[in-house]
């Protein structure tokens, strides 16, 4: 079985209720990713999202700079950063800033996300998403690559900025999409929609989405491969990639295992879809059965995996190498 290289998504939870052991637990569980050389994936949500989740997420770059302070090889990635609620100069000055301070080590995961509520309150349209997250590309891409850059696009418009200090180098980018099953008044489909083909063939790596099901996840590997070939591109180039939540129970009873992962899941996820359907999407269960949907990822061509705890217990990252990461060595 090839090797598989893995990710974990840091548990940023935004909770409601203080408790101050919260910052201690999230730093021990940056420490723990650097001594088993996981790379840290921080997920971007500015506000809650009910249909799909039951909470936000701490800002990711700032997250991501926090890490950066306490790592030293790891490399430090937005999984996914939400484009259309941004600017194209504020981000690239971030980007440029964490790059530098990181010593190269940022990775660029982006999206156009979904939720429209994010998008009315930072001034846009959810309908213009896949434009703005285009436009947002070109225009960071541009601004760390030279001085003085100019651009004028249908939303984005800037003359003569230069971000100082550029990186060296573009940092890697990852293009995030998939089917996903649809909330009630939402815009997401349970496909892979064609813009977003282009934007992964033109990226070279792939984050797929866990919202749908397993099989959605290979459906759009196949279809990605199929787009790539139209374009002239060697699929082989692209890195097949997936996220997922996860909890892990050592036991071999899977029921068990689903129920103890109950509460958890249900805190994260709030109580807009049913534990049933929380089952099909993410790695739920017993540890033998999370790794054969690992393994049958795997088989499809699945080379890179990030994995989120839903609890911020650094125990998890331990049982995480212990028992997955470690299978796939």
């Avoid at 249909?51 to 990635?77: D, K, N």
């Avoid at 759009?220 to 892990?248: E, Y």
Wanted: hydrophobic share 40%.
């Amino acid at each position: 079985m090839p090797k598989l290289r893995f990710g974990i998504w840091l548990p940023t939870y935004a909770w409601p209720d203080p408790d101050p052991a919260r910052l201690p637990r999230l730093t021990e569980t940056i420490a723990k990713c650097q001594q088993s050389n996981l790379d840290i994936w921080v997920i971007d949500h500015l506000l809650t999202a009910p249909g799909l989740y039951g909470l936000a997420w701490l800002e990711p770059m700032s997250v991501l700079t926090y890490a950066a302070a306490l790592t030293t090889t790891v490399r430090l990635a937005t999984g996914i950063l939400v484009l259309p609620i941004r600017h194209p100069v504020m981000l690239a000055k971030e980007i440029a800033t964490l790059a530098h301070l990181s010593n190269g080590r940022f990775v660029f995961g982006i999206g156009p996300g979904w939720h429209a509520a994010e998008f009315r309150a930072t001034g846009s349209r959810v309908e213009e998403r896949g434009g703005r997250t285009d436009e947002m590309l070109d225009a960071v891409t541009l601004l760390l690559s030279r001085p003085n850059a100019s651009y004028h696009g249908r939303y984005y418009h800037f003359e003569e900025v230069t971000i100082d200090p550029r990186p060296p180098k573009l940092p890697e980018m990852w293009a995030s999409g998939g089917g996903r099953i649809p909330d009630p008044g939402e815009h997401d489909v349970p496909f892979i929609a064609r813009p977003v083909l282009e934007r992964i063939v033109r990226c070279g790596h792939w984050l797929s989405r866990c919202s749908g099901t397993q099989d959605w996840v290979k459906r759009d590997w196949a279809a990605i491969q199929a787009h790539a070939r139209t374009k002239g591109v060697d699929p082989s180039a692209i890195t097949f990639g997936h996220c997922n939540f996860v909890h892990l129970v050592e036991t071999d009873d899977h029921a068990a295992a689903v129920e103890a992962s109950r509460e958890p899941f249900l805190r994260v996820m709030g109580a807009h879809r049913s534990y049933d359907h929380l089952q099909q999407c993410y790695m739920i269960g017993s540890i033998d059965h999370i790794n054969a949907r690992i393994a049958d990822l795997v088989g499809a061509g699945l080379q890179y995996l990030v994995l989120g705890p839903v609890t911020d217990d650094p125990r998890q990252i331990d049982l995480l190498v212990r028992h997955v990461v470690r299978a796939f060595a």
